[in-house]
């Protein structure tokens, strides 16, 4: 029977010794503080209790659980998993003192989720014997666990541990150690982008989490999130980026969480964070239902473009009722081409036809730079069927039948619209373009595999799609137009394209 340390009886420990003990492990529990220990052991008794409950496990996996107060206990374990709290210099100690209480072939783990775990390793007796573990919270529940090689780590050790997750019913994926590994790392643009475009006051917090989530399938928006999980851990997340990147530009952390954080607006937990939160919870309105397809009423419609969302709409627009014309005068032109020509300087495409109200899609270049100052600007990514909202947005010169006649058609086609400022990708496609990036930046540094990147966003932070699935559903041209078009326009080096991006998209290949 393996014998399983656990050393932290806290939020995650007392999680990872449920997880232990249910797969049948000798599971030795340890925490320093006799209060803490005597609540973490209640607490693995308690979920253990209900998995036997639910019938998810036989018997009594409760009499292998043992609480012990001392260090010293933990020699006999094969595998240590260190769940301590998040300072360098208490799990550095940590690893020194479990070096010389367990035999020579313990493996020791972390589960840290920032600090790297090479400078960890440097502190133990065996340096190859160390991983990390890094369990998702609640670590009974969540179905991902990410194992990470630091520089030293041996074959053996990196096996033990996969192996030991795997026996705990994790899907087990493989990163290199690094800001974030590859989940957080993948899963920053999430809130680095949504804090820019609120920066930029592309739109309000409300909406940006509400496109999210209507536009993208997201169980929950930036704002919610970082509200949730605590505006200054994020904010301490993003320094750390910083640091250990050496001040990369897309990790950047921004002046409004250190605005927020000074305010004392910490999110939930504090009652105020972005969303201010009622006594029963409540903090936003429940999403609208999208609009029945249908009323297209033999209009006669210019649907320009090809490509996964052009076709989309052309599908969606006869089954509406409008009347598709491949030439001649109009009543409505919608062109939903990519046009990735837009986002080289100095580029143009021909005029369109004129003479009725015009949409076009805002991928390659924003409203502005695009040359149709009457025109309605709108985004919105593939896979179509999964999209229940579509972002809008308007120039100064653009007149208010325009923008009537937009929210007409895209009501129409079934979708709920949403107005906001003017840039390449407006919300939902730079957001999600910078997820795709960030995965091929990632990937192309060796931090990881793409199936462990979809593996990781889907299974450990609960996105609708990973980043790779979303490049295949919207179409590399389009990912990539949007962020050229973000550089061409502002030439900032967070929008630079990942080199195993670009050669993707130039070769015509995915990125798996
Ligand atoms: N909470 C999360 O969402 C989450 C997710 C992934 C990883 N992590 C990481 O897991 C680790 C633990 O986080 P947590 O949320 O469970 O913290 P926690 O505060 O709930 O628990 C930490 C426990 O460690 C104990 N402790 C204090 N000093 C100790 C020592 N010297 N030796 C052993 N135990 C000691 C404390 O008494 C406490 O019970 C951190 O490294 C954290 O970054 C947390």
């Known amino acids: 029977m393996t014998v399983l340390g656990v050393v932290g009886a806290g939020t995650m420990g007392a999680g990872i010794a449920q997880l232990g003990a249910a797969a049948g492990m000798r599971t030795l529990l340890h925490d320093p503080d006799a209060d803490a220990l005597t609540r973490g052991t209640e607490n693995v008794r308690r979920g253990l209790a209900k998995w036997v409950e639910k019938g998810r496990i036989e018997g009594d996996a409760a009499a292998l659980l043992e609480p012990v107060s001392a260090l010293d206990d933990l020699a006999p374990c094969e595998l240590v998993i260190e769940a301590a709290p998040e300072k360098a210099d208490l799990k550095r100690d940590l690893f020194g003192a479990l070096s010389m209480v367990c035999g020579d072939d313990v493996v020791l783990a972390t589960n840290t989720s920032s600090i790297p775990v090479t400078s960890l390793a440097s502190a133990a007796a065996r340096p190859e014997n160390v991983v990390g573990m890094h369990f998702f919270n609640p670590p009974p529940l969540m179905p991902l666990l990410e194992v990470i090689r630091a520089d030293q780590t041996a074959d053996g050790a990196l096996a033990r541990a996969e192996q030991v997750g795997r026996a705990m019913g994790k899907e087990v994926i493989v990163a290199a150690d690094g800001p974030g590994f590859l989940v957080n790392r993948c899963g920053r643009p999430f809130n680095g982008e949504g804090l820019r475009l609120l920066q930029e006051r592309m739109a309000t917090h409300e909406q940006i989490d509400r496109i999210c989530r209507l536009g993208g399938g997201f ?173 809008l947005t308007r120039l100064p010169t653009t007149q208010s039948f325009a923008c009537e006649a937009a929210e007409r058609f895209f009501a129409s086609v079934g979708f709920a619209t949403e107005w906001v400022e003017d840039a390449p990708g407006l919300v939902l496609g730079r957001i999600v373009s910078q997820l795709v990036n960030e995965a091929a930046f990632a990937i192309g540094e060796g931090v990881g595999s793409s199936e462990d990147v979809d593996t990781g966003l889907t299974k450990g932070l609960s996105h609708p799609r990973g980043p790779i699935a979303w490049s295949e559903a919207a179409g590399l041209e389009h990912v990539t137009a949007v962020l050229d078009a973000l550089w061409n326009e502002r030439r900032e080096e967070r929008y630079r394209t990942a080199p195993l991006l670009r050669r993707a998209a130039t070769l015509s290949r995915g990125l798996r």
């Open 219 to 391: 169980r929950m928006g930036p704002f919610e999130l970082m509200d949730l999980v605590g505006i200054d851990v994020g904010f301490a997340v993003a320094q750390s980026f910083e640091e250990l990147s050496f001040g990369e530009p897309r990790w950047r952390p921004n002046p409004i969480q250190a605005r927020m954080v000074a305010a004392g607006r910490l999110g939930r937990k504090s009652g105020r964070g972005y969303y201010e939160y009622a006594e029963d919870g409540s903090y936003r309105p429940e999403d609208p239902e999208p609009p029945e397809i249908g009323g297209g009423d033999g209009l006669a419609l210019s649907l320009l473009g090809d490509g996964p969302l052009a076709d989309g709409l052309r599908e969606r627009a006869r089954t509406a009722g409008y009347e598709l014309r491949e030439g001649g005068p109009a009543e409505l032109i919608v062109d939903a081409g990519v046009h990735p020509e837009l986002a080289l300087p100095g580029a143009a495409t021909p005029p369109l036809p004129g003479g009725a109200p015009t949409l076009v899609l805002c991928a390659a270049s924003s409203l502005a730079a695009r040359g149709e100052p009457g025109a309605v600007g709108f985004h919105l990514l593939p896979p179509l069927d999964e999209a229940e909202l579509v972002e």
